[in-house]
């Protein structure tokens, strides 16, 4: 996959097939989005284009909104998109004054002038120029003035619930990984850079590796135990992640903490990725070091059984 960052010198482009949106999550949504694009461009022998902003656009136009919260960093959403097959991204800054191009400006001026697109595909219910305004109709006769078809895909459903970035959002604040990934059509990663903790974990016998999140605007899930799969250094393992306060240990900062199962290399330093598979318990507070000890070993044994059960990959260490 090719990243253009920004739209100044971007190439000619064979046959275009062009989407744009904030893809958040690159959820089973976008997933069809994405097929259909591939199909497109593979029958009109061309190639399929996303175009992506960045920062979001609510980000922009709605900074006193410190709500939201993204499913993905620009690094991760990009890591996704090319595993799903897309064969150009083109990340561009999302500004007040872009905001305020109509939505015709925004199609002829924009879109085609930039990208010159064959066919243009829509996801459900998308609206795009300065106050919403445009949508399937506009596009679809602003295609015809200018010589590009329009596609809409209708809203895709994951057991009869519409998907959308939001309902993830509120599955994951509520600790229902499950539910995420369902809609996700994949693990909800957290990925970050692995910093000195208190060593607490080591001391309990199950030795931790401390996550320092990068982005402050990524979604951090609901307090609790998570069985996970890690990777570190293109390899997988299996391990177990807290997210909380410590409330046994009376701590007042959030952590995030990954036990990996059979590991001991040094990974300080080191940045590394955590799929949530399956929610093991919420944050507890324990009446001793030996309780908590005692539920430790009874998460391990829960967060492998989980584990083993996925059988998604051969090189995994559990």
């Not at 996704?80 to 925004?106: C, H, I, R």
Request: charged share 25%; no cysteine; net charge neutral.
């Amino acid at each position: 996959m090719r990243v253009f960052r920004g739209i100044e010198n971007l190439p000619e482009f064979k046959n275009p097939v062009f989407t744009t949106g904030t893809f958040d999550g690159v959820h089973t949504g976008h997933q069809v989005i994405i097929r259909r694009l591939n199909q497109l461009a593979a029958n009109s022998n061309g190639e399929n284009i996303i175009l992506t902003f960045h920062p979001h656009p609510r980000m922009v136009l709605h900074k006193d909104d410190s709500n939201l919260k993204l499913l993905n960093t620009l690094e991760e959403k990009t890591s996704l998109l090319s595993k799903y097959g897309v064969d150009n991204l083109v990340v561009t800054p999302f500004s007040k004054e872009f905001s305020q191009l109509t939505a015709e400006q925004y199609v002829e001026d924009f879109i085609w002038k930039k990208f010159y697109p064959r066919k243009v595909v829509m996801g459900f219910n998308h609206r795009f120029g300065n106050n919403r305004t445009g949508d399937i109709e506009l596009m679809t006769a602003m295609g015809k003035k200018l010589g590009f078809e329009v596609e809409e895909i209708e809203a895709q459903m994951v057991e009869n619930i519409s998907v959308s970035s939001t309902k993830i959002r509120n599955a994951l604040t509520g600790g229902e990984i499950e539910t995420a990934n369902s809609l996700l059509g994949h693990p909800y990663t957290l990925t970050g850079k692995v910093v000195t903790g208190e060593h607490l974990g080591k001391k309990l016998g199950f030795p931790t590796a401390n996550l320092k999140i990068e982005d402050a605007d990524k979604l951090i899930p609901a307090n609790g135990v998570y069985a996970v799969i890690v990777k570190v250094d293109e390899t997988n393992f299996g391990g177990m992640l807290n997210i909380g306060f410590r409330p046994t240990f009376n701590g007042k900062k959030q952590t995030i903490e990954v036990h990996i199962f059979d590991f001991n290399e040094e990974v300080y330093g080191m940045n590394i990725g955590v799929d949530l598979v399956a929610s093991i318990r919420k944050e507890m507070k324990f009446n001793s070091v030996d309780e908590l000890i005692h539920q430790l070993k009874k998460d391990k044994e829960f967060s492998l059984k989980i584990l083993r059960a996925l059988k998604t990959n051969k090189e995994s260490s559990f």
